[in-house]
């Protein structure tokens, strides 16, 4: 009779602690798919960013030579994601679009290309916006104040970029910090569930003397030990639906590097981790300052 009730009670640890870990990985799942959204946006917030052109205009007296090894010195700079020269054969295809010919543009322009020899940047993604076009045109104009006679760009595009990136990232991050709220109540429930029926256990090692801290130890380490295996099965379901949304919609595809992967596996480890040990942590000192009585009821 005393095997059964052994192999019952067993039975219920295992189940109750499996329930626990489940519930967490599918919390910190839905935390990590705002995250991923976060971070996934500014991924793509820097390629549209340093994909902002800006055009370097010369004086006429400028030949292509001269202006290629203005060209080679503007690769050195750090302010720039890319720097290329574009020459007036490229800017008339580019400004005739697909199909049309150069002989075609060439009479349509009665014979004569009037587009002069440019050089195109992107800027880096930290000086994408107004104030840092700005910058860079104040220091091409003074390192080439004889060569360069207008750096153009596109203000309202850039304020645009600017604007509407920031907006949404804000609001993912809102709804992120909401859903950390409910993450942090649903949990603690979960887990206060979880050491109810270990309370007696609690209490009759209190009474027998044993001081809190070492009451708390087990307990904590088996908290960490849940937050670190839910993180992983949180992370584990959150690459394959990643992946499987990859595979499945040809119209965009949901990639990090390697930094953001990094900051989204450690966020959902450290909030695993934290969660689970200061939920362990209030719910244990709850039961240890009840009564024998309250234990009942």
Do not use: C
């Not at 109750?16 to 995250?35: C, E, K, N, P, R």
């Not at 700079?77 to 060439?106: C, I, N, R, Y």
């Amino acid at each position: 009779m005393s095997k059964n009730v052994d192999k019952y009670s067993k039975r219920g640890v295992r189940t109750s602690y499996a329930s626990t870990v489940i519930g967490i990985s599918l919390v910190l799942f839905m935390i990590g798919l705002i995250l991923g959204g976060v971070l996934g946006i500014r991924e793509f917030e820097k390629q549209v960013k340093e994909s902002i052109r800006a055009d370097i205009f010369f004086n006429p007296a400028m030949n292509e030579t001269d202006i290629k090894l203005i060209e080679i010195e503007l690769k050195q700079w750090p302010e720039f994601s890319d720097v290329h020269f574009v020459s007036p054969e490229l800017a008339m295809q580019d400004f005739g679009g697909v199909g049309t010919s150069k002989e075609e543009m060439l009479e349509i322009l009665d014979g004569e290309n009037p587009i002069p020899p440019t050089i195109v940047f992107s800027p880096i993604e930290k000086l994408a916006d107004k104030k840092g076009m700005d910058l860079i045109r104040e220091k091409l104009m003074e390192s080439f104040s004889s060569q360069i006679e207008e750096v153009s760009y596109n203000e309202n595009s850039v304020k645009d970029v600017n604007m509407g990136f920031q907006q949404f990232i804000y609001l993912l991050l809102g709804v992120a910090l909401l859903l950390v709220v409910i993450a942090v109540a649903m949990i603690n429930n979960t887990i206060r569930l979880a050491l109810y029926s270990k309370r007696f256990t609690i209490k009759t090692m209190q009474l027998v003397g044993a001081k809190g801290s070492f009451i708390r130890r087990p307990f904590l380490w088996q908290a960490i030990l849940q937050g670190v295996i839910s993180a992983i099965i949180g992370m584990f379901i959150l690459v394959t639906v990643f992946y499987a949304s990859n595979n499945m919609f040809d119209t965009f595809e949901i990639t990090f590097s390697q930094g953001s992967f990094l900051i989204l596996a450690s966020s959902l480890l450290t909030l695993g981790i934290f969660i689970t040990v200061l939920s362990t942590w209030f719910a244990l000192n709850k039961y240890l300052r009840m009564s024998l009585d309250d234990l009942y009821s």
